[in-house]
């Protein structure tokens, strides 16, 4: 019985044609790898379902690169041993080894990803003095970006090296360096820089994640730094995408360089008849009952005296820019209140002198306006 099994299925293989034969050993071969992936990864979430969230992450993001391991791994003896003719055999080696070279640069890229994530689990963005986790942050993810791009250039480059007719073109355009080489160097201009300034963005960090900055006259905060632009997110809502460059070349108000902390100013112009230690006063007692401010600044000063009114600075201070902005609209709001409360005449007035003898009357213009006549 078995040796009548054994002929029959010989007899089958040998009335396959070699093509049809060859499909069905390589479909077989990703049939399996794909089984055992599904065991192995099955297997692997069990094991860490009740363990850290670093294990379960691990598992999670390395679910497809072990996928393309394990099918590539069980397709190098699929190959071997199907029908295949030499060329066709040399194309699916190449092929694996394709894979292979992906597979690596996929492995460097999610261990780098996932040391990135474990290494900035310490830091909290959302505590109240960020300075250090924005520090880091902003370091960790730039560095992360430019090792990213670098490991997809080396495995691009490593892929196209396995062509000879790419791998000699590149030879010798290395060794030419005459005028292909500086117009390859005028194309990568903008990506090497860049590049450069987003190491040097990382080492200097004028700019980090979450630091409210002043730039182009709109006031934003830093949402996002990439391996090529800057996206900050506009008190508005809007975004404003700036390159990297621009933060190394161009001027910029940074709000939270060193600290969160500000300092508001409020101006406000008073006729001189305004007792200013009444507005310090008050000034004072807003500032001590708003929720707002920090207990570290508050300051009322005479700045200038122009023609008709007296410059007033007020100076309130905020844990960070957000609050200083709303402190300095409390500080005005109620600060006019109890101006027009209890010093009406101090506003801002216009004065006129008549001369002996002089009235004012009034007169009916032609667009219905009243207008006063000197006489």
Same mark, same amino acid.
């Given at each position: 019985m078995e040796q009548r099994l054994?002929?029959?299925?010989? !007899? =089958?293989? /040998?009335?396959?044609?070699? #093509? $049809?034969?060859?499909? +069905?050993?390589?479909i077989a071969a990703v049939l399996i790898g794909w089984l055992i992936h599904r065991l192995v990864f099955r297997l692997l979430t069990r094991i860490v379902a009740n363990r850290d969230l670093f294990w379960r992450s691990l598992v999670s993001r390395t679910e497809r690169p072990l996928r393309l391991a394990i099918v590539t791994w069980v397709m190098a003896p699929a190959v071997s041993i199907a029908p295949?003719?030499?060329?066709?055999? *040399?194309? !699916?080696?190449?092929v694996l080894l394709l894979c292979f070279i992906v597979l690596v640069g996929w492995m460097a890229r999610t261990t780098l990803?996932? #040391?990135?994530?474990?290494?900035?689990?310490?830091?909290?963005?959302? @505590?109240?003095?960020?300075?250090?986790? /924005?520090?880091?942050?902003?370091?960790?993810?730039?560095?992360?970006? &430019?090792?990213?791009? $670098?490991?997809?250039? %080396?495995?691009?480059?490593?892929? $196209? +090296?396995? %062509?000879? @007719? &790419? /791998?000699q073109y590149g030879v010798s355009l290395m060794a030419s360096a005459g005028v292909a080489g500086i117009v390859l160097g005028l194309a990568l201009q903008p990506v090497l820089k860049n590049l450069f300034a987003g190491i040097q963005l990382a080492?200097?960090?004028?700019?980090?994640?979450?630091?409210?900055?002043l730039v182009e006259g709109e006031w934003g905060k830093v949402e996002e730094i990439t391996s090529t632009y800057v996206v900050v997110k506009l008190w508005d809502w809007r975004r404003l995408i700036l390159p990297l460059g621009? %933060?190394?070349?161009?001027? %910029?108000?940074? #709000?939270?360089?060193? *600290?969160?902390? $500000?300092? *508001?100013? =409020? +101006?406000?112009?008073?006729?001189?008849? &305004?007792?200013?230690?009444? &507005? /310090?006063r008050k000034v004072e007692e807003i500032a001590a009952a708003s929720a707002l401010w920090d207990r570290q600044v508050v300051n009322v000063a005479v700045t200038d005296f122009r023609e008709a009114v007296m410059e007033v600075r007020i100076l309130v201070s905020a844990s960070d820019a957000g609050k200083a902005f709303d402190l300095r609209c409390e500080v005005r709001e109620k600060l006019i209140a109890f101006i027009q409360q209890d010093y009406p005449a101090s506003l801002p007035k216009v004065r006129a002198e008549l001369a002996e003898g002089q009235e004012l009357r009034t007169q009916p213009a032609s667009d219905g306006a009243t207008r006063v006549m000197q006489s």
């Open positions: 054994e002929n029959t299925i010989e !007899l =089958v293989i /040998r009335w396959l044609p070699d #093509w $049809l034969l060859s499909m +069905m050993t390589l295949l003719s030499d060329s066709e055999t *040399g194309i !699916l080696r190449h990803h996932i #040391w990135t994530t474990v290494y900035l689990r310490r830091f909290k963005l959302d @505590a109240e003095d960020n300075l250090l986790a /924005r520090k880091h942050v902003t370091q960790s993810r730039i560095m992360e970006r &430019v090792a990213a791009t $670098l490991i997809i250039a %080396f495995t691009l480059s490593a892929a $196209l +090296m396995t %062509f000879p @007719a &790419v /791998r080492i200097t960090q004028p700019i980090r994640i979450d630091d409210a900055l621009y %933060f190394i070349e161009k001027p %910029f108000q940074n #709000w939270t360089r060193e *600290g969160a902390s $500000l300092i *508001g100013t =409020v +101006m406000i112009y008073l006729d001189y008849t &305004v007792p200013v230690a009444d &507005v /310090r």
